[in-house]
Every structure is written in structure tokens, then in C-alpha cells.
């Protein structure tokens, strides 16, 4: 299995749900070797066997890493085509992707490479090394599937089919669209279809992405299945102590703050319900590149005392802050799956998502909006403060079915897939 | 003869607008004239007016020995007033023929019953008149919303005058005995029962079009072969049904109308069997025994009880909330307001708010206007909410004094929403925290690393 990223080390929700799947498979009976770029050392190995790649060595001489090796940089200088830069950008950055593959070329070929394992500038030319080494792994160890994970890994995932002939599985935790709405980097997208249609079999994480898989990317429907994620059961202790300062409900907004999650749109319901009521308090916690705009926004609306910002959350802030919360709020334009209600359930916050958003598909003790619909946004967060039945409901039917949503039941899905892809 | 007596019910609610929460207040108009015009004038086409065409048509062929009966619920009535007058007309056409009996219901097709005996009396009082005042026909029989029926039901109706009930022949009362007989309300033995046939009824009205029925398709022939069969000994086959099953939920195409008429020409030609109403077969036969219920049925899924309506957290504080007031508007003379208590009642509102279908949301889907019950909760409290203020500014203005919640509810008891969060916090503060009940349990999986 190829990962970019794995617990403890994580970034976003991607080595969450590697960690999770493949523990689930464990319990299906199906081994797992986990490469990630970089491994540190302190990750949890219970339900794994990880691969550092930065300690794999390269079989320089053998012609079919020449040949795939082509194949990549051809594809790295096909990242120049990144649409809307300045000439002047457009230059830095070819000089400086000439410049990436020269250095590429040397590290390679030197037999290993450290891999940094974070999404650096040079992302393209980690992609391209990673997948050189994951051909090596394939060609040195045994295995019945290969599964890779979200485009950092299909070139590495693309090049072990290659070798081995053994069948390949994609999994699509995101597109190039939901992460850019329709600016998309053609060079992403390219990579992302590329390994969908040299997959045997595509995993999507909702039928939201499905859709998205099949017809903006034109795969074939009938090998794109979808496997809603899970989530891991909270580790917490069975009371969750903090203090809650203010005396009015609060209402919270929990993630990156971009145009993909739809941060404003939380602002303009919360200006509707502080008109109708104003004991209520609006959190957003993260941070983004939306961050200042929607500060100004919120300034400009003069409901500033009301609505307030913490910046990026992490750990045990995150929990405090869904125990401080009353209801929760995801409004997000485009979300593939969206793990936060779940963990928000899991706390006993009733939760408004928006229809767009994968986890709209397995969840029914929710308010479900459509993002853009700020009336019934608002309309939905008022009831949930006023009616006081509603949120008695979410609270004993929610977490019921937050429970019900295990990996071990995804994983099965998922080992079928396997099962599938080798008999076929 | 054996008697087979049709009935079928009639009904549509009043359609909520979508309602926000900031209009209350501020908008005192609840309801979506277009979707209601729309619907009420699809269906008269669908299948009130042809249906009615293949009644009339049946009773000109067959006479005296061709009999149905309906029950209309007032909020239809006014429908089909306001938006198909012709509909109107069609029944009048049909009450004049003499074979035709109009049961008596509840006005607002509500669940007033179960959850306030003094609106229930005076919804049905309304009723009646309605139905008098529009065909001329005074009402001896009476079915209830859903065909929901308990004994305590049974004393009212009986006090009320009536002499006939129908209901559904439901296995839980019935057990080993059959709906073909005329049966009576054990504790008040006056009121004779006639019970559904739920399997012959649900042949028409659920399987008729059904393609994966091992019975598809159903013709008059295997019908009428069906109704012979029936034991010599039993008298009467019940055949309760909604109307809107000829031509709405069974399309004209899947061969329904001809069906229609099909079946009771069939019938009547065979020599065995005599169509009557509920009423005639109440003054015919003689009850066979007492039927004892003491928790409601109704006729709704496989349950045949009141959990589509009643139960859960939703329901019960619509419910509180809605009758909590029902002691000012007994008093109250304003016409918007009763309006406003007549259509607020329609047991639709709460029906919408049923999260049992979960599992199995098929049927439930077909009839529900919303995306999801909580959605349907969120805008009849947004109405309700407004309905609360002007009925209890009413109540101020004449002198009529706010009461406590009548309905006992623990959900009522609740008060609003500020005072509880003073609560929660008051008593933790003891020990200078608030501890917020996010408990999740770690995993059993968890556990036994």
C-alpha cells in the first residue's frame, strides 16, 4: 500500500484513514506493507509493516527503472502547465523545475534519496523519486494487490503494476476539483486520470467523488466503486472536562478556512440568526488563505463581539472546542467525504452539513443544506438552539450512528475489491 | 348473500410554505397555495373525477345492488372548493344517486382522538355539518383518522351518536379470527365494528401493479375467484382502501380503471354477493363477538399502530406544543386562528416527522415533501412558533388565562432553550467546572489491547 503520510505524523485526514483501513484489514485477514516517504520511527506499527522509502535503494542499471524513469520526467515537465502565472512566474518556475530534475536525476541515481515527506515546492519531483522506489519495493517483496492512495502515489503505484503485473487499486480521498474547484491544475489532474485508468479497480470515499471520477475524468463506471470512510473510535476518556467561559450557545465552524469549505457562507447564516437572536456565539477555528477576507467580513457586518476566530486548532484543542459547542456547522461547497461531523457526533454536538459533502451520504441524524442556502442554514441552527427535541434526537440517535461506522465494515468492502481485482 | 362493502378515504392536508424562522412574527400566512392547487388539481384528474366516472357509471349499470362509501376530511373539502370545484360537483352527482354513504371523520383528518377528547368531539361535529351542508347527507357511521381505534375511542364515538365504526382488521386484536364478520366494541357493546380485510384491500390498492407479485396481473377474474373462496360462513368481506389508489398511486395505465369495473360487475353477475354500505351492513347483521383494544391501531405499515404519528422526541414536543394552547381556542371566535388550529392539527405535519422509516423509507418517501423529518420538525415549529404567539396574544387580549401545558409530556415540561443552558451550568459549577457530556466510549476493540 502506498501512503504519503502516516499517524502520528499527519498533515490532513488522508494517514487518518490509511491508519484506520488498514487496521480494519487486519481484521479481514489481509497483511499489509505500508510504504510512506518518510518514516520516523514512531509510528504505530500494530496493524502494519512500514516502509521507509527513503531507505530503499534504486537498481540503477536495470533498464525498466530507465525507461519508467523517462516516463516521470516526462510527466514533471508537463507541471509547467499551470494555468494563470505571470510570465514572469512562469519562468522562475520553469528555471526552477529544470533545476528539481537535475537534482532529481543525481539523488536517484545515487541509489537513495531522503525524502522530506511533506508537500514541499518541489512536490512533482518527490512524486516522481517516490515512485521510482516504489518499483523497486514491488520488484523485492511479495504481495497479492497494490493500492495506492490519492495521486502523490498512482506514478508509484502505476510503476509496481508495471513491474509485477499484479493488479492495482486506486483510492480517490480527493480530486484535483474539490481541492481547486475548476482551476484545476491540469498536471494533478493528468496524474489522477492517468491512474484511474491504469487501475484494475477505482475506490472512491463517496458517490459524490464516484460521479465526479466518472464523468469528469471519464473512468470506466464499472470498475469505480464506492467505500464511505469510518472513523476510528475515540480514545478519550469517558468525560471530556473543560470549562466554557460564556453563557450564550455556541456555534461552531471547524477546518481549513478556503473556498473549498465555505466560510462565508457560515458567516451570512450567523448574521441572520444574530438578527433573530442575539445570544449566540459563531466560533471559527482554523486557518487559511480566506482567513483575513473573512475577518474583514465579519467586521463589516458589525457582529464581531459575536463571532470569533481562534486560528488552526490541534489535539486536545479540537475536542475542547466540540465540548464548548452546541451545534456544529460544515458548509462545505465541495467535500469528498468530510470526517469532522463524525467526530462532532461522536461528542454529542447535533451537527448541519451541507449536501455536497460525501458524509451526507451515511448520515441521517443531521440537518443537511445545501451550502449556498443560507436561509435554511440559519433556519436549521436557530432550530437547533430553540427546539430543544431536535438536538435530544441528534444526541441519542447520532452517536448511535457515528458508532455503526467502522472500518473494520470498510475494510471488509475493500478487501472484497482486493479479492475481485485478482480473480479478474 | 354475502355483503362486500367498499369504502375509500379521502383526504389532503394543507401543505406547509417553507416557513423561516425569521417570518415569525412577522408572515401569519402558513401554507403553499401552489403546491396545494397543484397537487389537489393532479389528483382530481388523476383519479377523483375518472374514478368517480367509473362509480357513477356502475351504480346507473347495476342500481341497488351497487354501493360505496367515502369519507372526505374537511381540509379537502375546502380544497377541492378553493382549487376543483368540479370535484365537488362529481360527488354531489354521486351522494344523489342514493347509493352512496359519506362517513363522518375528524375535520382536519387529526389525531385529536388520542390527544384531546374535547377537540375531537368538536372536529367531528364540524365535520358532519360540513358534509351535510355540501351533499345533503347526515352521518350515521364514522371512521377515524387512519382508521386508529381503541376502546376509549369506542366510548366517545358511541357517545357522539354514532352506531357504526370502521377499522382495521388488525392481527394483534383479531389473533385467530377473521375480519369477514361484523364485530362490536367489547366495553360499549352498541358500537358495531367493521373490520379491513387488509390482504384482499392491500391486493388492490398496494399489489395491483406490482410486477414482481407472483399474482401480477391481477385480473377480475382471479379477484372474483378470490372473493368466492372466501369461507361459506363469514359475511361480509371489508375492502378499505385509498381513493386516490384508482389512477394515482396505481397510474391509469397499469389497466386500474378497467379494474374498477371490472370486478364489481363480476361480482354482482356471480349471484353471491351484494355491495353495501357500512351502515346497511351494520343494520344487517348481527356482531359475532366483542373485540377488546385497549392500545390504539390504526391501519398504517406493518405495525398497524400509531408510531408513524406519535413517539418520538419530535412528534411529542409538536404535539405539547400545539395542545398546549387547545383550552384558549376552544374559547376563541377569531376565524384566522381556528383556521389556523384546524390545519396545524392534519396528522400529515407529524407523519412527515417520523424517523422510524429510516430503514425502510420506500412508501414513506412517495408522500413526504421533505428531505428529511427533521426538516419537516424545523418548519412546523417555525409555524407553530408563530400560531403560539398570536393565539396566546389572543388569549390576553379577552381575558383568558395562559394555562400550563394540558398534554403531560416530559418534553413539555422542558422550558426554552436560555433557561436550560442557565441550568446545565448552575449545577456543575459546584465543583467549578462544567462537565459537558462528550463521552464518547472508547471502542471495545480498544479495550482489549
Known amino acids: ?424 | 348473500m354475502k355483503s362486500l362493502c367498499l369504502y375509500f378515504q379521502i383526504h389532503q392536508p394543507f401543505r406547509l410554505r417553507t416557513y423561516r424562522f425569521f417570518d415569525i412574527g412577522s408572515d401569519h400566512y402558513y401554507y403553499d397555495d401552489y403546491q396545494n392547487k397543484h397537487i389537489v388539481r393532479r389528483i382530481a384528474n388523476n383519479c377523483y373525477l375518472p374514478a368517480n366516472e367509473v362509480l357513477l357509471s356502475l351504480i346507473k349499470e347495476f342500481g341497488a345492488k351497487f354501493k360505496v362509501s367515502f369519507s372526505i376530511s374537511g381540509t379537502a373539502l375546502e380544497q377541492f372548493q378553493k382549487y376543483s370545484p368540479d370535484v365537488i360537483e362529481s360527488f354531489k352527482k354521486l351522494a344523489k344517486t342514493g347509493n352512496v354513504e359519506f362517513l363522518a371523520e375528524t375535520y382536519s383528518h387529526s389525531l385529536a382522538a388520542t390527544l384531546n377528547p374535547g377537540e375531537f368531539k368538536r372536529q367531528v361535529e364540524e365535520h358532519s355539518q360540513a358534509v351535510e351542508k355540501l351533499f345533503g347527507y347526515k352521518t350515521t357511521a364514522f371512521r377515524n383518522t387512519e382508521l386508529i381505534y381503541s376502546n376509549d375511542i369506542a366510548g366517545m364515538v358511541q357517545e357522539m351518536g354514532f352506531k357504526t365504526l370502521l377499522t382495521e382488521g388488525a392481527k394483534q386484536v383479531l389473533a385467530w379470527k377473521s375480519p369477514n364478520f361484523l364485530y362490536c366494541s367489547a366495553p360499549h357493546e352498541r358500537l358495531k365494528l367493521l373490520l379491513r380485510n387488509y390482504q384482499l384491500s392491500d391486493d388492490i390498492a398496494f399489489r395491483f401493479s406490482q410486477r414482481d407479485w407472483s399474482e401480477w396481473p391481477l385480473t377480475a377474474e382471479k379477484y372474483v375467484g378470490w372473493l368466492n373462496a372466501v369461507d361459506k360462513k363469514q359475511e361480509v368481506v371489508n375492502l378499505f382502501m385509498d381513493y386516490e389508489t384508482f389512477g394515482e398511486h396505481q397510474k391509469a395505465d397499469t389497466g386500474i380503471f378497467e379494474f374498477l369495473h371490472a370486478f364489481p360487475a363480476k361480482v354482482i353477475k356471480s349471484g353471491k354477493w351484494t355491495f353495501r354500505t357500512p351502515t346497511e351492513v351494520s343494520n344487517e347483521l348481527q356482531p359475532v363477538a366483542g373485540l377488546n383494544v385497549p392500545h390504539a391501531i390504526s391501519w398504517a405499515d406493518e405495525e398497524r399502530d400509531l408510531t408513524a404519528w406519535i413517539g418520538n422526541d419530535l412528534q411529542d414536543e409538536a404535539f405539547a406544543s400545539l395542545y398546549s394552547v387547545a383550552h384558549i381556542l376552544a374559547q376563541c371566535d377569531d376565524k384566522d386562528l381556528l383556521r389556523d388550529w384546524n390545519y396545524l392539527q392534519g396528522s400529515d405535519h407529524f407523519y412527515y416527522m417520523c424517523t422510524k422509516w429510516f430503514s425502510d423509507g420506500a412508501v414513506h418517501h412517495y408522500f413526504n415533501p421533505y428531505g428529511s423529518p427533521y426538516e419537516a420538525f424545523i418548519n412546523y415549529m417555525n409555524v407553530l412558533s408563530d400560531f403560539l404567539v398570536r393565539v396566546n396574544d389572543y388569549a390576553d387580549e379577552n381575558g383568558i388565562a395562559r394555562k400550563a401545558l394540558v398534554i403531560r409530556s416530559k418534553k413539555a415540561e422542558v422550558p426554552p432553550a436560555r433557561e436550560i443552558k442557565a441550568d446545565k451550568k448552575s449545577a456543575p459549577e459546584k465543583s467549578g467546572k462544567t462537565v459537558l457530556k462528550s463521552a464518547p466510549k472508547p471502542s471495545v476493540r480498544l479495550k482489549k489491547k
Open chain 1, 1 to 424: 500500500m502506498f501512503g504519503w503520510e502516516f499517524p502520528p505524523h499527519i498533515t490532513g485526514g488522508l494517514g487518518t484513514a490509511c491508519f484506520g483501513l488498514t487496521k480494519g484489514l487486519l481484521k479481514h485477514g489481509v497483511e499489509v506493507l505500508f510504504v510512506v516517504p518518510k518514516a520516523y520511527g514512531d509510528e504505530s506499527q500494530e496493524a502494519v509493516r512500514l516502509l521507509n522509502a527513503s531507505d530503499v535503494p534504486v537498481l540503477i542499471h536495470d533498464p525498466v527503472y530507465r525507461e519508467y524513469w523517462d516516463q516521470i520526467t516526462f510527466m514533471e515537465i508537463g507541471s509547467n502547465l499551470i494555468p494563470y502565472v505571470t510570465p514572469a512566474e512562469f519562468e522562475e518556475m520553469v528555471t526552477e523545475n529544470t533545476r528539481s530534475a537535475e537534482e532529481t536525476l543525481s539523488p536517484v541515481f545515487a541509489e537513495r534519496f531522503q525524502f522530506s515527506g511533506k508537500y514541499g515546492h518541489d512536490l512533482m519531483a518527490e512524486v516522481s523519486r517516490y515512485a521510482l522506489v516504489g518499483a523497486s519495493i514491488a520488484a523485492n517483496n511479495e504481495f497479492d494487490v497494490i493500492h495506492a492512495h490519492d495521486w502523490l502515489t498512482y506514478p508509484a503505484g502505476i510503476a509496481a503494476k508495471k513491474i509485477t503485473g499484479k493488479p492495482l487499486v486506486v483510492h480517490m480521498h480527493a480530486t484535483e476539483f474539490d481541492r481547486s474547484g475548476e482551476n484545476i491544475n491540469s498536471n494533478v489532474f493528468e496524474i489522477e486520470r492517468k491512474g484511474m485508468e491504469e487501475a484494475d479497480r477505482v475506490i472512491t470515499v463517496s458517490n459524490l467523488t464516484r460521479n465526479i471520477v466518472i464523468e469528469r475524468y471519464g473512468i470506466n463506471p464499472d470498475k469505480v466503486i464506492t467505500v464511505h470512510n469510518a472513523v476510528e473510535p475515540s480514545e478519550k476518556s469517558e468525560m471530556v472536562e473543560t470549562e466554557k467561559h460564556v453563557r450564550e450557545k455556541v456555534v461552531t465552524f471547524l477546518g481549513r478556512i478556503t473556498f473549498q469549505k465555505g466560510p462565508e457562507y457560515f458567516i451570512e447564516a450567523a448574521q441572520k440568526v444574530l438578527e433573530r437572536d442575539p445570544n449566540v456565539r459563531f466560533v471559527m477555528a482554523g486557518t487559511g488563505d480566506l482567513m483575513e477576507k473573512m475577518i474583514r467580513r465579519v467586521a463589516k457586518l458589525k457582529i464581531a463581539t459575536k463571532f470569533h476566530f481562534t486560528g488552526f486548532l490541534k489535539g486536545d484543542n479540537v475536542d475542547k472546542m466540540f465540548a464548548m459547542s452546541d451545534v456544529y456547522v460544515m458548509p462545505s461547497v465541495s467535500e469528498p467525504f468530510g470526517i469532522s461531523p463524525l467526530e462532532a457526533m461522536r461528542s454529542n454536538v447535533p451537527v448541519v452539513i451541507s449536501k455536497q459533502s460525501g458524509v451526507a451520504e451515511v448520515l441521517n441524524h443531521v440537518i443537511k443544506v445545501d451550502f449556498w442556502d443560507i436561509d435554511a442554514m440559519a433556519d436549521a441552527i436557530y432550530a437547533l438552539l430553540h427546539y430543544n427535541s431536535l438536538t435530544q434526537m441528534f444526541q441519542t440517535h447520532g452517536t448511535d450512528e457515528v458508532n455503526k461506522l467502522v472500518w473494520e465494515e470498510a475494510a471488509g468492502k475493500v478487501a472484497e475489491i482486493y479479492k475481485s481485482a485478482v480473480i479478474a
